[in-house]
């Protein structure tokens, strides 16, 4: 019967390509797959935090093409970062309108990494928009985020794709990864900084992938630049088809349809 699955999710870091994101969990809304509880690192701890506030797939996907999400992301004049993203701005409060994590519709954890001890950080309570900028917090892009005793950066330089909070849970774990293994290398400055990326986090995501009952990904996404905003409509609709072909295909193994 269809709507009888509840699933945790988690959702990888990749920047721009988080529109895959936007677009496989339209389609777990489509096929009426409930998220039960979600985690995320980086690009994709700013959809989980929106995804734990009850923002639907398409609303988050409008924030994200805005104009005003672009002005999130300010030049920092080279202190400690080239960007530095807007804290207090309007935007961020409609992409997760809620506070707090231990405030959120289902449990929600954001993974950071503590640059001082190297130690990787999951937070399931705190102040929802601080810790989900200092989990995408990728130096040095970006400056460091001081938070409590801690001093946070990206979660992907550790934990690219977070399904350790999540495995104790009783629902079926669905991760979605924005860097498929079979990643090529390219020649100019920029893609050379996007594989460096890839592979500080290929080796763990492997073993995530492993821990997964189903992981969602595609060879396309090689295709889609981390630093542009001109390709969301295309890499949405690529997670949106893979998204649900996978879960239909997932769901009919399981026998739910």
């Known amino acids: 019967m269809a709507g009888a699955l509840k699933i945790s999710l988690a959702l990888s870091g990749g920047a721009a390509r988080g529109a ?14 409930e998220i039960a509880a979600v ?13 734990g506030s009850g923002v639907s797939a398409f609303d988050m996907f409008r924030l ?19 960007l530095r ?18 405030q959120m519709k289902i449990p929600t954890f954001v993974t950071c990494v503590d640059l001082p001890s190297g130690e990787i950080v999951r937070f399931n309570e705190g102040e929802t928009i601080k810790l989900a900028i200092a989990s995408s917090a990728l130096i040095p892009i970006f400056r460091p ?5 801690y001093t946070l950066i990206d979660g992907g330089f550790m934990d690219n794709l ?3 909070p999540l495995l104790g849970l009783p629902y079926p774990l669905v991760s979605v990864n924005l860097f498929p293994l079979n990643t090529k290398p390219k020649s100019h400055l920029l893609s050379s900084l996007e594989r460096a990326i890839y592979l500080s986090i290929l080796a763990s995501s492997k073993q995530q992938i492993e821990q997964s009952d189903l992981c969602i990904s595609d060879s396309s996404l090689d ?34 349809i």
């Open 85 to 102: 993203i807007n804290e207090k701005a309007t935007i961020l409060k409609e992409i997760a309108p809620i506070d707090r994590l231990e």
């Open 39 to 51: 985690s995320g690192t980086s690009i994709g701890a700013v959809i989980a935090v929106s995804v």
């Open 162 to 164: 977070p399904v350790e």
């Open 20 to 33: 895959f994101h936007l677009g496989v969990i339209a389609a777990l809304e489509r096929n009426n797959v």
């Open 64 to 82: 994200f093409k805005s104009k005003a999400f672009r002005k999130v992301f300010q030049f920092n004049y080279f202190k400690k970062g080239i």
């Open 223 to 256: 295709d889609f630049g981390l630093f542009t905003f001109k390709q969301l409509e295309a890499c949405f609709e690529l997670g949106y088809r893979k998204g649900c072909e996978s879960i239909l295909t997932f769901m009919s193994q399981k026998s739910i």
């Open 145 to 149: 985020i001081v938070y409590e005793n």
